[in-house]
Every structure is written in C-alpha cells, then in structure tokens.
C-alpha cells in the first residue's frame, strides 16, 4: 500500500496565494498520473488538477490559470501552487493516483479556507 500525506494548507484571504504539497510513501508515484481533488462541505470530491507521468497538465475550468500543477518523480512528491484564491476553492484538498486505484490509499488532505 501507498500511503499520500497533503500538507501546506491554510486559512488566506481571497486573492490569496498557497502551495500544497503531497508526499508518497512508497514506490509506485512516478509510475501514474497524479491528481489533486477537493471537497468542499456537503459537495461530492472532485479532481481539480491532473499531470501525467510525462509532466503534461489539465485542469477544472473553475481553477485554469490560477493553479499550477507540478511533480518531482525523484522525491515523490506533488506540487499544487494555488493563486488568485477564491472563498469558493474552500475544501479539504487530496493527491492521488488518477484514476485512484486499489493499492493507494487517501491521504488525510489538507484544509484549505480562503476568508476574509
């Protein structure tokens, strides 16, 4: 199993800036795609932002050209840099595989408020 640890989340005023990170514990992280998801209260967990194994990049259009997606294969960890925040990117936000598969666990996320 695979175990993913989010940090780098926080309370930040909107038009606010934060970086999250995601550790993989395990072997497996430069053999997929990675993705961040979030979820908001009482909303369905959502993925937000997606690279592939070769670093390409996609996202939701609610985030396009205010979130960037990155990855260092020889760490094991995944990068979300989050600019321009707004009140309505508040969720808690994960790492995983995308697809998620079997063998990797979800992580705890990491709370992202943005509040004035």
């Known amino acids: 199993q695979v175990q993913l640890v989010e940090s780098g989340g926080g309370l930040v005023q909107p038009g606010g800036s934060l970086r999250l990170s995601c550790a993989a514990v395990?072997?497996?992280?430069?053999?997929?795609?990675m993705g961040w998801y979030r979820q908001a209260p009482g909303k369905q967990r959502e993925l937000v932002a997606t690279i592939t194994r070769g670093g390409f990049s996609n996202f939701v259009d609610s985030v396009k050209g205010r979130f960037t997606i990155s990855r260092d294969n020889a760490k094991n960890t995944l990068y979300l840099q989050m600019n321009s925040l707004k009140p309505e990117d508040t969720a808690v936000y994960y790492c995983?595989?995308?697809?998620?598969?079997?063998?990797?666990?979800w992580g705890q996320g990491t709370q992202v408020t943005v509040s004035s």
């Open positions: 995983n595989t995308v697809p998620p598969i079997q063998s990797v666990n």
């Open positions: 395990g072997s497996i992280f430069s053999s997929y795609a």
